[in-house]
């Protein structure tokens, strides 16, 4: 079922596939894949296949999955074509509702951020609006930031660790053939909003520029070398902002309807995104575990101790 979805990017050194025609139509129909920057074309294959078995009606038109990537070739093979299409498919297929598991899975394995292990992570807010409530998630592929700029709820943690940081020598980049060294910062972020809060598509899109000033709260600056890209949908207003084929002509019913929050009273979801966000931040550095990857490359998740002393108590 279609919904309405909005995209901004922060900035574009990464890759959200299928994003012009969300910006077009201003609607998302297909199941979102998060991968590493080598493994988007097995992604999207396994989406185009998946959706011809389930949904052969879809692909008798024409498919254009989302899929978006952050770079993890510090701890994977990235080369390696470990990913394929059926990975892609067995993930749909074991979807499920529940409590997303957080920290090294999925897209997130090999991910590091903050110059900490990284991964995936989540977090929602609900929001009382009138007589009803809407919540707001937001997910993320966290790859991004310098050691030196994180912070938690204000107080500076990055620069104080004791913890190895593996981008402080960044000679690893040199020494196994790569033109160019890896930059503190470098990676990239890929952040889900999904709501139930029945949204215009541009309203989605205010949703998803909100999602760096959540970012901006733990810390980093937003760096060149990192594509950051938000894709906001609300999954209200079902049967709405289709755009297939038409078959028959325009009939009795011609027009699609939907309602939508009123713009001045939609504040209440930009401080949800924005919260969900810096602790979806968190919630990954926390979840994170210490990782060895290829050729021995390491990394260490945020010492836990070190969380603790910084919010203790005198």
Same mark, same amino acid.
């Given at each position: 079922?279609?919904?309405?979805? &909005?995209?901004?990017?922060?900035? &574009?050194? @990464?890759?959200?596939? @299928?994003?012009?025609? $969300? ?8 199941? !979102? ?20 078995? =389930? ?33 892609? $498919?067995? =993930? ?8 997303? +598991? ?9 991910m590091n951020c903050y110059g900490f292990k990284g991964g995936s ?13 809407? +919540? ?7 790859n991004f930031g310098s050691r030196n700029e994180l912070r938690l709820?204000?107080?500076?943690? @990055? ?13 690893? %980049? ?17 952040? !889900? ?22 970012? =901006? ?11 950051? !890209?938000?894709?906001?949908?609300? +999954? ?29 009273? !939609? ?20 979840? =994170?575990?210490?990782m060895v990857g290829r050729d021995g490359h390491a990394n260490v ?9 910084? %919010?203790?108590?005198?």
């Amino acid at each position: 079922m279609p919904c309405a979805a &909005g995209i901004h990017s922060l900035n &574009g050194n @990464g890759e959200l596939t @299928g994003r012009s025609w $969300i910006e077009e139509s201003g609607s998302l129909t297909l199941p !979102i894949g998060i991968t590493n920057s080598h493994a988007v074309g097995a992604v999207h294959a396994g989406i185009d296949e998946w959706t011809q078995a =389930a949904h052969p009606e879809l692909a008798a038109e024409w498919l254009l999955p989302v899929v978006g990537e952050t770079w993890d070739g510090y701890l994977n093979q990235i080369n390696a074509r470990h990913v394929r299409p059926e990975h892609a $498919i067995a =993930a749909i297929e074991s979807a499920a509702t529940g409590p997303v +598991t957080e920290g090294n899975v999925g897209g997130g394995t090999g991910m590091n951020c903050y110059g900490f292990k990284g991964g995936s992570g989540t977090a929602s807010r609900v929001v009382v609006y009138g007589e009803r409530e809407h +919540t707001v998630g937001v997910f993320l592929q966290a790859n991004f930031g310098s050691r030196n700029e994180l912070r938690l709820a204000g107080r500076p943690l @990055g620069r104080e660790s004791a913890a190895p940081n593996p981008y402080e020598d960044a000679a690893w %980049f040199v020494r196994d053939g790569e033109r160019a060294r890896v930059r503190g910062g470098s990676g990239s972020v890929i952040g !889900i909003v999904i709501t139930d809060a029945p949204l215009l598509p541009g309203q989605c899109e205010a949703l998803a520029r909100r999602v760096p000033l959540g970012l =901006a709260r733990t810390g980093t600056s937003g760096s060149h070398f990192s594509g950051d !890209i938000f894709l906001a949908c609300s +999954t209200a207003n079902a049967g709405a902002f289709t755009s297939s084929m038409p078959v028959t002509p325009v009939g009795d019913q011609p027009y699609e309807s939907a309602e939508f929050v009123p713009w001045g009273r !939609i504040d209440p979801f930009f401080e949800a995104v924005v919260q969900a966000t810096e602790e979806a931040v968190a919630n990954v550095l926390v979840a =994170a575990r210490d990782m060895v990857g290829r050729d021995g490359h390491a990394n260490v998740a945020l010492p836990h101790h070190e969380v603790c002393a910084a %919010f203790a108590t005198s």
